[in-house]
């Protein structure tokens, strides 16, 4: 294991000292300002409106949404002068606001859907501005269609080595682009973003709900993917964020054409390690799992482990967690490293920068080791 140490100190970025969650969900804002996904005196202008005192969820969600409307209203009128770059970034921000906006809301709270649709709409509309890069996809699946985007370096139509991104618990495909999903291309690989079972419109409109054998929906991917003439299928890299800590591994263990495996956030039992460790987000898990109470929830959730499933992966794996995760518990990362039987294991575990959940204090080094590693792997 490859602890990394970067600072004595945490790196919390305290705009809302009354509140740790919300200081915590901002600096997974604030980590997308280096790749366009947020601006900094935006969030500081939306922070200063909350203020430091209430605890308010209501003006929570009014003012991050608002600051969506707001940088929304910017990009259209951007294009209707012509002004396309102007344009596609702003309207790529606001996607992130509405996201922001959402997150402490009740799981069926009908604002969350708005945010959704308008959030989602605005970061269509910036990809159908990305000259080509960015390209809507619709994978069929289970007599339905799970929605998303493949991410390529150019328009050369080159087979390119591809890796599926996979989210956690509450994130969309779109906020994949700025999690990371952007050094992929950078560095002449395919990166595909698609709302599997349990995340983005798959769940809020389609009642697919997630599943512990995820092998399933990513052979599903896959299966679309080879089709491609811009898709090397003989070089599929499979990397999970948060929960999708225990998606990748999981898929990875029974799907052949993976050829390497990312879990950023290890884990071992998504019971104890996400949903007990973490009670805030119990009732986005409920909802996730298709579950009516706290004892379903218990029940479904349980199947989700890698006991037993860790040792079959033969294929490089990398894992990467923060010593202050308060989110996943990093024994959960232990107990699956200790479990693995891989040849070519690499183990970040990041103490001081970089130790908060999925290392939003330290994104840009964080993303870049990830896609550096697929990049020789794949």
């Avoid at 209707?80 to 809301?105: K, P, V």
């Avoid at 991104?165 to 969309?172: C, E, I, Q, T």
């Amino acid at each position: 294991m490859n602890t990394v140490k970067t600072s004595d100190a945490l790196s919390l970025i305290e705009l809302f000292p009354q509140d740790e969650d919300w200081s915590l969900q901002t600096m997974r804002l604030l980590s997308q300002v280096a790749v366009g996904g947020s601006d900094l005196f935006e969030c500081a202008r939306t922070a200063a409106r909350i203020g430091r005192e209430t605890t308010d969820g209501e003006t929570w969600h009014r003012e991050w949404s608002q600051t969506a409307k707001d940088i929304a209203a910017t990009g259209y009128e951007a294009l209707e002068r012509g002004d396309i770059t102007t344009a596609r970034r702003a309207l790529f921000r606001s996607m992130s606001y509405w996201r922001h906006s959402e997150f402490f809301l009740d799981s069926f709270d009908e604002r969350r859907t708005e945010a959704y649709i308008e959030g989602t709409k605005n970061f269509q509309k910036a990809a159908e501005l990305s000259d080509g890069l960015i390209e809507r996809i619709s994978v069929p699946f289970e007599g339905k269609e799970m929605e998303g985007y493949i991410v390529r370096p150019d328009n050369s139509g080159q087979a390119r080595p591809t890796v599926l991104f996979l989210g956690g618990a509450d994130s969309w495909a779109e906020e994949l682009y700025f999690l990371g999903g952007t050094e992929f291309p950078a560095r002449g690989m395919n990166v595909v973003m698609v709302d599997t079972p349990g995340r983005g419109s798959s769940l809020r409109f389609k009642e697919m709900y997630s599943r512990p054998d995820y092998e399933v929906p990513v052979a599903a991917i896959f299966d679309f993917l080879e089709k491609r003439s811009d898709v090397d299928a003989d070089r599929f890299g499979l990397a999970g964020v948060s929960f999708g800590g225990y998606y990748a591994p999981r898929a990875a263990a029974f799907e052949p054409r993976v050829k390497a495996v990312a879990a950023w956030c290890g884990t071992w039992s998504i019971l104890t390690d996400f949903y007990e460790f973490y009670p805030p987000l119990q009732k986005q898990l409920q909802w996730l799992s298709g579950s009516k109470d706290d004892a379903e929830a218990r029940e479904k959730l349980a199947k989700f482990t890698l006991d037993g499933v860790a040792d079959k992966l033969k294929i490089p794996v990398y894992v990467m967690h923060g010593t202050a995760d308060i989110i996943m518990d990093i024994k959960g990362a232990d107990r699956f490293v200790e479990a693995l039987t891989s040849d070519d294991v690499t183990v970040d575990i990041y103490d001081g920068a970089g130790s908060l959940h999925c290392s939003y204090d330290y994104m840009s080094v964080a993303g870049a080791r990830l896609s550096d590693w697929f990049l020789h792997r794949i």
